[in-house]
């Protein structure tokens, strides 16, 4: 007799299950046990995604700062930026745009040449570019122009009312009223015509050593003051989040059912089958593509081999010139590398698509600014381009192709594992196998292959045609289906069907419920107080390009005037057709932003600024308490207010005089009677403290609980229940055990 624990690892959940395999080889494998456990809460996630994008931005921050603080010692040294802090002033006041335009015809003082140096350094754009020589000739403008800065120029003299943009905004590049791009290149091609025209008119100004110093400054992305440091704790995050949970799931099945004799895992990294011929025409393919870059006098960086590779597939599909999905322009080889053609995600990462060639599509800077993180046919699907882009995408590969057709609904793709990366599964995979041998050193360590789990799941589906048997993201038992199959696959017999299908109906599934009282307190937009004349309408004040507000948002804007002017421009006009509508007024206008007032629950005043409003970004909690007459009411607490000092529940401040019965938090468990008066056990996972309703679901639920229970087609329904509801249907809050038991939680009430 041995006894078998079963894994099925995932950067998102783990399935387990504990079978006992007689020694007798006619004897059927029994199932003693199978659950999920899930550590991938939307809410954590989303905190750690926002830490990480801040640690990356304060490190860009940290590292610009830097260089341009030894930019300007560089300057200050060569008497070219002034070293009182009074001449800064007048320093700082100098046009650059006129200056970078000027330089080239008439001789400029030593602070004037200072300024246009220190202005190249500051807007010095992305490396990426393409060779110096055919720079100014990629403009749909006319060219009538010598040099970037010269360009710039051009649309930025005038008055503020006539002058054009030259900075590069979101409601810019949407409306195609933006700047053109520049690249690295072009930007070095300006800084050597600038010091050939001055050292003609004032020769020495620039010596040669102190010209390729500015070169050098412009050019390198080296930090300054030393070399970059390793992210280590980025890289181990997955890794810490995943052992905090197999450590205590694997001890609690040992206490349970003893220690494991054996142990299968099933791992995707370790026997995943390789196709050894398709890697080697991958490698000639790149090597071709590297060469391709060389004859252009291109870096053969992974960029651009990526941009070549793509170029090449979109001429294939075009049958000549690729173009941009999106808005049709012709994509050219020589334009290629610039800077206002990127790389564009069909699907987003946010939305779980994956970084593969049947997610990645060449397109304007322009149109990928107003597609946004949405597929496009949430972003262009209302309007009249919707057609052709339609007809444009059926020209590519069939799984690119099918990435255009999802909706809005479909955040999750079908195929791969979303936005998590392989590298992680291949750590965790690592740290679980160590955490065996160190755990349980004398049990035998097998792992199995997917594909063993997959054919067994496929005969399973064919006998006996149970819909437990396929597998659906939308619910976690197939985790635990999994992993019963992959310690079934080391017995090398399967027990009866339904066995296995009774198994996976009753596999527990538990979550730790999020109590901590880290994360973000307030949100991240800055909004102001409403004047006294606008508290009947809301209490917070806003920004939002004009050219993005909504129907329902127009009626919000707190200019009384500009208010009636868009409702009857708009009224009577489609709402698909909105953004252009908006479009044409803004420019007509030349109003980019508006302010819209809007009623923030919760917002508080920010200390020492009385005209900021700060929203706090999340609930912590919900009292229910049982008042002297027996209704239960409910009380919410933000994580603002949990964090403030001395804090204490508002029931108790206001002393309404009733008793505790729970405390909820997201991911709590609750056993509660259903429809049919049965009890079952149902999972918080939103908590409203405006109006005190709680979403429930099963704990087996899973996907985008919002977006299933909108759509007509999907069985999955919320259970929102207030605090009424609660006490007629008989809840209680219970601890789920890693191995499935329940505990009644304490409550001050008896049920």
């Not at 069909?346 to 593969?356: I, K, L, Q, Y």
């Not at 429809?675 to 403290?689: D, F, M, P, Y």
């Not at 809050?733 to 049920?751: D, I, K, Q, Y």
Request: hydrophobic share 40%.
């Amino acid at each position: 007799m041995t006894i078998t624990f079963a894994f099925d690892l995932g950067t998102a959940s783990i399935g387990a299950a504990v079978i006992h395999i007689p020694c007798a080889k006619t004897a059927a494998p029994a199932i003693l046990w199978t659950g999920i456990r899930k550590f991938d809460d939307p809410v954590r996630r989303a905190a750690s995604d926002r830490v990480a994008e801040r640690q990356r931005q304060n490190r860009y921050i940290k590292r610009r700062r830097a260089r341009l603080k030894a930019f300007a010692a560089l300057l200050r040294n060569a008497a070219l930026l002034p070293a009182d802090p009074a001449e800064r002033t007048a320093f700082d006041a100098l046009d650059p745009y006129e200056l970078r335009a000027c330089g080239l015809d008439r001789p400029l003082t030593r602070h004037e040449f200072g300024r246009v140096l220190w202005h190249l350094h500051k807007h010095r754009f992305r490396r990426q570019g393409v060779p110096p020589g055919a720079i100014c000739q990629q403009s749909g403008e006319p060219d009538t122009w010598r040099t970037y800065g010269e360009y710039l120029w051009n649309r930025h003299r005038g008055s503020p009312r006539t002058r054009k943009a030259v900075r590069q905004r979101r409601h810019l590049l949407a409306g195609g009223q933006a700047a053109r791009a520049a690249t690295r290149d072009e930007i070095l091609h300006e800084f050597d015509a600038l010091a050939a025209a001055q050292d003609r008119f004032r020769p020495g100004i620039l010596p040669d050593e102190l010209y390729l110093e500015i070169r050098s400054a412009l050019t390198s992305d080296a930090p300054v003051g030393g070399p970059a440091k390793g992210r280590k704790g980025a890289r181990n995050a997955a890794v810490a989040a995943f052992l905090r949970e197999l450590r205590p799931l694997a001890n609690a099945m040992a206490a349970r059912f003893g220690a494991p004799d054996c142990i299968a895992v099933e791992d995707a990294i370790g026997c995943g089958g390789r196709d050894r011929g398709a890697s080697a025409a991958a490698r000639r393919e790149t090597a071709r593509l590297k060469a391709e870059l060389a004859g252009l006098g291109m870096t053969p960086s992974r960029d651009h081999v990526l941009r070549l590779r793509l170029y090449h597939r979109q001429a294939a599909a075009a049958a000549g010139e690729p173009v941009c999905p999106y808005s049709g322009e012709r994509i050219t080889l020589a334009g290629l590398f610039a800077a206002d053609i990127e790389i564009d995600h069909v699907v987003p990462s946010a939305w779980g698509g994956e970084n593969g060639d049947d997610n990645l599509v060449l397109c304007t800077a322009a149109s990928n600014r107003a597609k946004g993180a949405q597929t496009p046919i949430a972003a262009f699907g209302h309007t009249s381009a919707w057609s052709r882009i339609e007809e444009r995408a059926s020209l590519l590969p069939p799984d690119l192709k099918a990435s255009f057709m999802l909706r809005d609904t479909q955040r999750f793709p079908t195929t791969g594992t979303g936005a998590r990366s392989a590298h992680d599964m291949g750590r965790i995979s690592k740290a679980a196998w160590s955490f065996f041998s160190a755990r349980w050193p004398g049990a035998r360590q097998i792992a199995v292959s997917p594909l063993a789990v997959a054919a067994a799941r496929e005969r399973l589906r064919i006998e006996s045609g149970a819909c437990l048997s396929v597998k659906n993201r939308h619910d976690h038992r197939h985790h635990a289906l999994d992993a019963m199959l992959a310690g079934l696959a080391v017995a090398d017999r399967l027990p009866a069907f339904p066995a296995i299908i009774d198994a996976t109906a009753r596999a527990n599934v538990t979550t730790r419920p999020l109590r901590q009282k880290k994360g973000r307190l307030v949100a991240e937009t800055i909004y102001g107080r409403a004047r006294d004349s606008d508290a009947a309408r809301g209490n917070c004040v806003y920004r939002k390009p004009l050219e993005m507000l909504t129907k329902s948002e127009l009626r919000a804007i707190r200019d009384k005037r500009l208010r009636q002017d868009l409702t009857a421009f708009t009224d009577g006009k489609d709402a698909k057709g909105l953004s252009a509508h908006l479009h044409a007024f803004s420019t007509s206008r030349a109003i980019h932003r508006v302010r819209l007032v809007r009623r923030m629950s919760g917002a508080v005043g920010a200390l020492g600024d009385p005209s900021r409003m700060l929203v706090p970004a999340g609930n912590h909690h919900i009292d229910i308490v049982a008042l002297r007459d027996g209704r239960w009411v409910a009380f919410g607490a933000t994580r603002l207010e949990v964090n403030q000092p001395g804090f204490r529940p508002r029931w108790e401040r206001e002393r309404v005089g009733g008793k505790l019965v729970m405390r909820l938090h997201h991911g709590d468990a609750l056993e509660i009677d259903d429809e049919h008066g049965a009890r079952t056990i149902r999972t918080v996972h939103r908590l409203c403290a405006s109006n005190g309703y709680l979403y429930l679901a099963a704990p087996h639920e899973g996907g985008p609980l919002a977006m299933r229970h909108a759509k007509p087609d999907d069985p999955f329904r919320w259970d929102m229940v207030n605090a009424e509801g609660l006490r007629r249907r008989c809840a209680r809050a219970v601890e789920m055990r890693l191995t499935g038991e329940c505990v009644p939680r304490r409550s001050n009430v008896v049920a």
